[in-house]
């Protein structure tokens, strides 16, 4: 069940259920030669949508504008200050839990949410713990590629070359959910660079065209498709778990 | 062209071609008994979509929780508070204005974002006039009903019972969209009532099924089809003009 | 009464007999060639006093530098970013309500201000909105030219050359209420052109000497007395009937 | 010179021959049984007034509400949140500064304001200071009770309880300032009790009438002038010298 | 008793016999030739230690970098902005009040700090008074050298060139806090001048070695040590008179 | 080398060597039932200090309130709001910076920090990157335990029972750092339980006595001597290291 598709009322139905919702959340960002700005908000949308839809869980919109910064350096790409997203997501966090959900599970697509996301979470949390009342909900985050035995499919489909940004897997979930982007482009070098880096500039001196460690020109739709039928499956059995916790 | 399924090197190449981007803004809130939660995102998204396919303009993610704090009343509505909306349209005009784009056109698709855009586009012009420099970009919002020629058509479809809000266009709209979203509610009173609203508590106690007065039940695909063709057109106009200006 | 002049005791005896208050709020700003900056400070000031002492009602402080960022490049303008005038309104709020007044009514003198006000508003609900709590108050906002009737009279007196910045009108009305600072200024072009803007620099770029549309040399203590009768009149009406509501 | 009756082509004039402006700022609270709700406001106001008139400098709009939340045991009082009030100080500063004043004297009616204008002027350095460059600005605020001469004179018209909130003096100066507002209240105990205070209900609780130490039944309109006199002679002197530092 | 060196069921025990905390709140601030960086933070720490050993409280962490924007001309001083060190003491007063503590006493060591407590505190105390409920627990700020008797030390010490910056009194408390730090640097002039200052830049130009009106080569360990057992003595006293208030 | 007890002569004369400064950051917040309060800054700032003296590096003031809103349910535990804790790490940073620190090491004793730092990190460098501007410095976080080494250490010598909350390796720490306030407290049971938390009524309800996994009834200072020597040594090669990057 989509929430961007759900009325009311089928909402207030769903409560009677259960009360838990999951939020995919990712950024625009530049994703190398061939990858997509918006791959790390569609790789949590569409794995989030699928298993929602097999396990009847209420997925809510996409948080699509994340921490990215360092990403500046490469046309197209968006950024919230981190403190400017702790708000958002608390506002976000602060109306769910007016309608009575309890549990509410991001899955995230982009490393560079991680510490933010977290951070938030204990934003939210200390408004209680501050005041000394118990927070009636929980709040879990969780990397698509975190979820258990997503890795190892990757792995196995990408044992060369799937790398850290702009990566063969998550291009690969975009070619499958949105098949007439591929794009053909030539990667050079072969696989991109590893390393570190702290702003914009220093990302980009570093990662000339964006990927990191990745050979990005691998992904194809059958092999996103493999992937997300994996995620899938692991995310609908960890949501239940964390909204039976 | 879609930021979403675009590449940084496709967008570095439309920024030589022009500076201009389209922006669908909306809300994630209650739209009745028949309505979508997404309505208000949906909207603007499909015919900014449609409209940039068309004009070969670029069309950025859709902003797509705004303000609609008198909405909560309802399962499934979400709220930003005005002070961070303000600061997350900052941050993502900031980090379009970045790369050069210099004409951002913000598509809305709900009442209650109006006074939170405008006033957060004159946070932006702020920091530029209080420092004395002249600033380089223009920003534009349009609500999609009222784009020329939009509302005449969606008042000869539906002659009565469009309403204020849940109307039947934009249901329709959202029915064109996500055609297997279509819900068949009756609606009492078939005519939902007109009036004026603060908090919360106050819209639900005077608009007790969320429609304010509308017949929604009127909506059908065909007949948001035939909107989102003459927004679409009219959308793809008035940002080439605004390009332009 | 005006809070002003009033003690303590005066207003908790008002309070027992009316719990609503009239802001006026408004904006130090250029006003072309012959204008004051204080103009939108000014009128709404004037025209809640008179109606004030008229109808009895409690007339809080004025609200006097609002959001006028485009103004900046002229003299003596005085801008609030637009988060910092919600947060101010909202601390003004939330004393008023804390001595038990409920309805709160904003009479206003500057169009910029409009958009941020609104927010301001919704920023105050949307405290009560999200906690699940029914709001005990109401907020009104109103321009004082767009009250019943005083348009028109605007029109009478001005049938050309009113315009839409520095207007005839307002500028008669300040006249009225500071007869001493009457200025003798020839205008060129006589009536200034029309237009839009977006920062201080484009504005003062496109309305070299502040004005927009207007001829305000028309402007004499008599024609303003005439308008502050009539915008008395309607305000007074307006107030007694959102007290009321 | 008044900023609210001058014109842009004035203020421009006036900036050709000084660089300073002086900003009445004080508050809006309970003065006792017989003072005004906006005393603090006020005093500095007329005294500025006249000071600016003697002496030819400008004086900007009343920074009206201030930080009074220890008075809001008492009908009509009105307080800003610190944070608040150094966020809109600092949008002043840089809206004067924008047009090229250099001297930003601010003369004050409120003991508590002091601290949190004091911090906004710290804020307002340390944006200079943490970026390295010279601060083209300097910022004064006076207390105007403080001004040189001007407790001597009101010692020696009230030598007995003058006290420290609800002076007789400053009840004075608004009687001279408003004669038509003089309330003819008996007090009871004849001098208000002395003491400290938080918030609001500790303030409540200690001064039950609001007053602090003083007998404000001894003011009238023409001991006021006589403060006036005195502190407009002292705010002239002292703003010059401001002004040439 | 410090808080650092406890464990949690020692503080439970020490409330219920104390409602009462001493927290050092100082500054990282250049102190002229021989002085230290950590002068202001250690001075109130090393008095507070000794103080609570001798007289039984407690004592918190040290709020050891504050508002010192006009050092930051010289290497190592270390500034907030005034609205983060509001927002960071009402989160260390919430903390605390959060586990009974009701006197919560700021020994302060920096003039620059005063301003921002004050204000910090009256935004502690806003939240209650503008909601109506009385605030159950008081704050405190005392700065060591206006404690009872220890300017009268000082001055009898160090009756010539005690100064205003980097005193010979302050350097004095940390060569005895700090023996080995103590530092031989012969000063030119012999005491610095007097004045006043706005930002870093204007700071360094009128006194280019940091020091303000002091020679504080006249410091030993041992007249440190004077002071601090004066001060030790009076802030005990002070404390508990606080703490019993 | 101390900040704190360093003139800025000698900060200016380091500061001609590297540009190289370490931070240590920690947290107030129960450590178990013979763990103290400042564990988590102690342990850093003695393990920084010994380093710094050992390398020669400069160490900074110790940033020791961070965030531990889940500690809260135990007395004397404090927490900054995260959002507090990124503007304060930012003033920090400025401030260092402007001296012209271009390598700002943070060493971290507590793993609530961990994601708050992070977040400050990328909103200092998203200044640089939304402006486009190359970010002149760089900034590191460590967490102590996790230096090359230093978990080896710690396993060897606390085979069973170091556990993650009130470990005994950080206990043994700060009994080396505090020898007078080692605490004999029997545990009960002699190892804590594992799991997970949310806010702070959540965790005290799962760990009772503030313990998660450990055992430090075998802290002894002659184990955190052993431990901070292998620190010690790990963050001088870490710092230089990254100096020198
Ligand atoms: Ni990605
Ligand atoms: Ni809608
Ligand atoms: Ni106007
Ligand atoms: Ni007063
Ligand atoms: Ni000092
Ligand atoms: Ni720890």
Redesign the interface.
Known sequence: M????????E??A??KTSKGIVIPIGS?E?????????TD??CPEVIAREAGEAAGFLV???F??G?A??H?????????????M???IN??I???V???FRRIYFINGHG?N???????F??S??A????????PY??RQMNWWELPGVMDVCKSIFPVGDGSHATASEVAV?YYA?P??V?D?AMSPKIAPQGSF?????YRRNFPD?RIGSDPSQATPEKGAAIVAAAREALARDAEAFFKS
């Not at 501050?130 to 927070?135: S, V, W």
């Not at 702290?198 to 220093?202: H, L």
Request: glycine share 12%; net charge negative; with cysteine.
């Open positions: 989509q929430l961007q598709t759900a009325s009311w009322p909402v207030e769903y409560l625009f530049q994703h190398g030669p061939n990858g997509l700005v918006g908000a569609i809510g919109p996409t699509n504008v921490v910064q360092h500046l350096g490469f046309a197209g790409s968006m950024t919230l200050r981190p403190s400017t702790i708000a958002a506002d976000w602060d109306s769910l007016r309608h009575g560079g991680i510490a933010t996301i977290a951070a938030a204990a934003e949390y200390a209680w713990s501050m005041d000394g009342d118990a927070c929980k709040l975009t949105y007439h982007a794009k482009v702290t702003d914009a500039a220093d964006g």
